[in-house]
């Protein structure tokens, strides 16, 4: 998914390290970045409130922003298109809402493993909304990747988790919300995320009273290192996506997997179980086809062209 480069720069240029390289180096940190605060919420999840976990992700996002870019909030606010803009963050708002619960549940390496059908459902989604072709080969290793998620799932047994369905319905969600922000790409990046942290703290202060736990002092850290990853992931992945091209950075999200295992196996305790290991593999191989296939179609598009 390409990212139009934000109207605010984040950063000054990397100079000579910009490029393909650095952007897959700052895609690389993002991902560490967003596991880590993955493990953070679930570290959370054990005492407090799913709901009072999610609401601490957004306004502490809003706080960071606001205190970054305060004297051009109201300016990054304007879109033209305020609808879509607050449809794309009312399904962000899901995809965390969604991931975060079911941490409280199962596993982490669980849990990313399924919501990292996302890369193959925006493909699918393009092709049924945007109108972008899709192929046989395509919509075979969509199907591939989704027999990946049910053999984590395996519906019908004795294994079963209702939560395992949490994320599954998060990829759907956050695949849609990639949808929703293609067609906003006139705003810049700055915008959509800012969309994102108001709207994500507007809903979930308005059920906060309704979970909220005192939150003891010893867990403060927890909620502050909450919203420093978030934003500083994001901020990496705005500027992976700033310094190369989508279809070179996307093979890379997969190494979220590889972290997701790490610290569920060093912070909880958990192993993921040989399922686990077989549906990620599948899953992984199936958006890595799907991802060569497009890459493919663009090279072929170019020389058309």
């Known amino acids: 998914m390409t990212m139009p480069r934000p109207a605010i720069d984040l950063a000054p240029p990397l100079g000579r390290f910009s490029g393909q390289s650095a952007g897959i180096g700052l895609l690389l940190a993002a991902i560490l970045g ?29 706080l960071i922003f606001a205190l970054i870019f305060h004297r051009h909030l109201p300016r990054l606010m304007r879109t033209r298109q305020p609808g879509l803009q607050f449809a794309r963050a009312l399904m962000q708002l899901g995809s965390v809402g969604l991931f975060f619960t079911s941490l409280a549940y199962i596993g982490l390496a669980e849990a990313t493993a399924i919501m990292d059908l996302n890369p193959v459902l925006i493909t699918l989604g393009a092709a049924l909304f945007l109108g972008e072709k899709i192929g046989p080969r395509r919509v ?7 027999f990946g998620a049910m053999v984590i799932i ?7 988790q209702p939560a395992a369905l949490l994320p599954l319905a998060g990829a759907f969600t956050f695949a849609a919300g990639a949808l929703l922000t293609r067609m906003v790409r006139g705003d810049s990046v700055v915008t959509s995320v800012l969309w994102s942290a108001v709207v994500g703290t507007a809903l979930t202060s308005l059920a906060l009273p309704f979970v909220w736990q005192p939150v003891a002092a010893s867990d403060l850290w927890a909620f502050g290192l909450l919203a420093i990853l978030g934003t500083v992931s994001q901020y990496l992945l705005v500027r992976a996506f700033s310094q190369a091209e989508a279809g070179a950075l996307a093979p890379f999200g997969y190494t979220g997997l590889v972290w997701a295992g790490l610290w569920g196996w060093l912070f909880f305790g958990q192993l993921p179980d040989i399922w686990t290991v077989a549906g990620a593999t599948v899953i992984v191989l199936a958006g890595l086809y799907v991802w060569s296939r497009e890459a493919q179609a663009a090279r072929a598009a170019r020389r058309a062209g």
């Open 34 to 62: 967003f596991t880590l605060m993955d493990a953070t919420a679930k570290h959370l999840t054990q005492t407090y409130p799913a709901g009072q976990v999610i609401w601490a992700r957004f306004v502490g996002n809003l």
């Open 140 to 146: 075979v290793g969509i199907v591939v990747a989704l």
């Open 154 to 160: 395996r519906p019908g047994l004795g294994v079963f």
